[in-house]
């Protein structure tokens, strides 16, 4: 194929593909899915917290569950110490039921204090069943997405794969110099790479040139290069 078709060519893959890659871009299921997963991320920061808070509360009741027996021990001591009939002195019977009454006095106190901790700790503990249920429902709503996507994205990554190829083969076959200058163009450009001289204009920017310049490039090879846009610029041969 001649370079010059090959270069027109060329240019309407790239814009196929500069497309096909936008349209795949702005396909609603990537953003759905951009924002299931922000959410997801949101709810397992949410998950570490209340899981800190839930072995916090753990350990709380744990350690006034302790405190409440080691109490409840020292009351049945100092009970059986009364029912023995080992304790005979009054002085010292009274002394058992003083301390007796003080010890169930802060045994009621730390059983009322642990039951407020298992409160809260049956709260955290719900929270973390709420939380691990939208991650679940989170998790299954990204996956829903994540195939959709792939389905309907999968047409797209087909275009995408044989307007690639197709680029490959045309860049192939043209002579090394003007393929790097094809690419360079295309890479600060990102859009037009190839003009047309037509009655003294640039097809691409679409100004039309001095005389003496287009005299130049009528007399130049068959792709030069616009003087006003540097874009390369076919003079004949299409
Ligand atoms: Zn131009």
């Known amino acids: 194929m001649d370079a010059t078709k090959a270069l027109v060519e060329l240019q309407e893959h790239d814009l196929a593909l500069a497309r096909l890659n936008r349209q795949l871009d702005e396909m609603p299921e990537k953003r759905a899915i951009l924002a299931a997963r922000g959410k997801l991320a949101e709810l397992k920061a949410l998950q570490a917290r209340s899981e800190t808070a839930l072995s916090a509360a753990d350990s709380l009741v744990r350690r006034g569950e302790d405190e409440l027996r080691t109490l409840n021990e020292r009351i049945k001591a100092e009970q059986d110490k009364l029912l023995s009939g080992a304790v005979k002195s009054p002085k010292e019977l009274q002394a058992i039921s003083m301390e007796l009454d003080s010890l169930k006095r802060r045994a009621d ?130």
Not at 129 to 135: G, S, T
Not at 161 to 169: F, I, L, T
Not at 187 to 200: F, W
């Open 109 to 238: 106190a730390l059983e009322a204090d642990t039951l407020s901790k298992m409160e809260k700790r049956e709260a955290s503990a719900g929270q973390s069943v709420k939380i691990a249920a939208a991650i679940a429902t989170g998790e299954g709503t990204e996956a829903r997405l994540t195939d959709r996507f792939r389905q309907l994205g999968g047409t797209l990554l087909t275009s995408i794969d044989a307007e690639n190829r197709a680029r490959e083969a045309l860049l192939s076959g043209l002579p090394a110099d003007l393929r790097a200058r094809y690419e360079q163009i295309r890479s600060s450009r990102h859009g037009i790479t190839v003009g047309v001289l037509k009655e003294g204009m640039c097809s691409a920017c679409r100004v039309g040139l001095p005389a003496g310049k287009v005299e130049e490039l009528v007399n130049g090879p068959d792709v030069g290069v616009c003087p006003n846009c540097n874009r390369l610029l076919i003079v004949r041969g299409l």
